[in-house]
T-cell receptor, first 112, second 110 residues
């Protein structure tokens, strides 16, 4: 499979717990994006990497959120001390300059 | 935050009819992309149109771009029940930021 893959597909966690999601982009893509999407809304930009450098972070990304892309390949998104408002679909996409961005299937987070 | 808005928010048509949805955005762009999303699933890339292009076709899809009005339209011809989904435009602006609109929910009635 040469597409963008995300793991896990679903995560249920108790409020206050930490969670970590992983995204494996298409191998030749140097850009990687994280988005959050709630029901009935469009994806909201969270953060963007070019290679291993995190170039932009949305104001939506509070200090409980952190993203890494240590070797410029896969990326992780961690949410600490989860809140019910964090329940959403977390989407990852990858691209290279001038070409389309391709998305993974997303990780659906439910905080109970 | 989202940079674009789709219009209408919801659209319901009969199978075989054409569906047109519009997208307006706020900043200068490098390109604009349209995506489809089935309920609870990831986004599927449909078509990319660059800022120096005015129209592009792919199968039953036709996309136009008017950079002077900061708007784009997606036309789906001869719609099918399988086209039922949400459609989003996404703009790649000159600051290398990639933002989505609010989406149009399309229902095609068999």
């Amino acid at each position: 499979d040469t597409g963008v893959s995300q793991d896990p597909r679903h995560k249920i966690t108790k409020r206050g717990q930490n969670v970590t999601f992983r995204c494996d982009p298409i191998s030749e893509h140097n850009r990687l994006y994280w988005y959050r999407q709630t029901l009935g809304q469009g994806p909201e930009f969270l953060t963007y990497f070019q290679n291993e450098a995190q170039l932009e972070k949305s104001r939506l990304l509070s200090d409980r959120f952190s993203a890494e892309r240590p070797k410029g390949s896969f990326s992780t998104l961690e949410i600490q001390r989860t809140e019910q408002g964090d329940s959403a679909m977390y989407l990852c996409a990858s691209s290279s300059p001038g070409i389309s961005a391709f998305f993974g299937q997303g990780t659906r987070l439910t905080v109970v | 935050s989202q940079q674009g808005e789709e219009d209408p928010q919801a659209l319901s048509i009969q199978e075989g009819e054409n569906a047109t949805m519009n997208c307006s955005y706020k900043t200068s762009i490098n390109n604009l992309q349209w995506y489809r999303q089935n309920s609870g699933r990831g986004l599927v890339h449909l078509i990319l149109i660059r800022s120096n292009e005015r129209e592009k076709h792919s199968g039953r899809l036709r996309v136009t771009l008017d950079t002077s009005k900061k708007s784009s339209s997606l036309l789906i011809t001869a719609s099918r029940a399988a086209d039922t989904a949400s459609y989003f435009c996404a703009t790649w602006n000159t600051g290398n930021q990639f933002y989505f609109g609010t989406g149009t929910s399309l229902t095609v009635i068999p």
